[in-house]
């Protein structure tokens, strides 16, 4: 009688009871609760950080070009002469992915791999489509990042001197001095996260994003995509800075700018 009765103690010593293993399981969930975010937001610095390092690629396969073609700007559309992508190609640009159009120049062709921004979630194309997806698999522009329309020279709405455009010098049109404020190529924004191209592909003249303190239109909250509603934007100096929406800022986000 002893001896069982010591050896149930003994066994009793070593097992859990329902309530404790309940216990448990609550304090477990209630931290796997209170690390989740923290691990959501480093995966979305990390989504942040390659896109960061696309833009500064994407500025050395500028600086390559122009290194070669009398540091000349690759011209865009609507000059006649193609998308700055398509006048890159892959050998700045390098491994691409072949993607279906959808009848409209450009047409079927070649979808570069470091236009890809990894924060892209999907954004509704109001004129075409109902299904969300991201820019960087738009039938018509694939890329996720928006560039001045300044730089190449396009001759909408700026001016029709794009020979005067010289890479991390100045853009297409050098008499103008709009606005007034930006004065060096570090000012001078170049190709940033780009907003919900709707089907169109043509950004804002000024990307202003929002009026007074109105909250920003669904088709321009996409480019502030990364945490702390920001966007990664590349000046014409080659850094990359972090740019928040102007309705929370009071400073607006040029994306068109002749130095």
């Not at 730089?151 to 029709?160: A, C, E, L």
Request: proline share 9%.
């Amino acid at each position: 009688m002893g001896p069982n009765r010591q050896s149930a103690v003994g066994n009793r010593q070593f097992s859990f009871t329902l309530i404790e293993l309940l216990v448990v399981v609550a304090i477990i969930s209630i931290l796997a609760a209170m690390l989740l975010p923290s691990l959501q937001n480093a995966k979305e610095a990390g989504k942040s950080a390659v896109c960061v390092s696309n833009l500064k690629q994407i500025y050395t396969a500028f600086a390559l070009y122009a290194a070669d073609n009398n540091e000349a700007v690759p011209n865009s559309y609507p000059a006649g002469s193609g998308y700055y992508w398509q006048n890159l190609g892959t050998q700045y640009l390098g491994p691409t992915e072949t993607y279906p159009g959808d009848g409209q120049p450009p047409a079927n062709g070649p979808r570069y791999k470091i236009l890809k921004c990894p924060g892209e979630k999907g954004a509704w194309l109001l004129d075409w489509t109902a299904n969300p997806i991201k820019m960087y698999d738009h039938p018509r522009i694939p890329t996720s990042y928006g560039i001045n329309y300044a730089i190449p020279g396009n001759p909408w709405p700026f001016g029709t001197n794009s020979a005067r455009a010289i890479f991390a010098q100045r853009t297409g049109d050098a008499s103008s001095t709009w606005p007034l404020n930006m004065t060096s190529v570090s000012d001078v924004h170049f190709m940033m996260d780009c907003r919900n191209w709707a089907g169109s592909g043509w950004e804002d003249p000024t990307f202003s994003y929002g009026i007074d303190s109105l909250p920003l239109w669904p088709w321009s909250s996409y480019a502030f995509r990364h945490p702390g509603k920001r966007a990664n934007m590349l000046y014409y100096d080659g850094h990359v800075g972090s740019v928040r929406p102007f309705f929370e800022t009071g400073k607006y986000v040029w994306n068109c700018k002749f130095p």
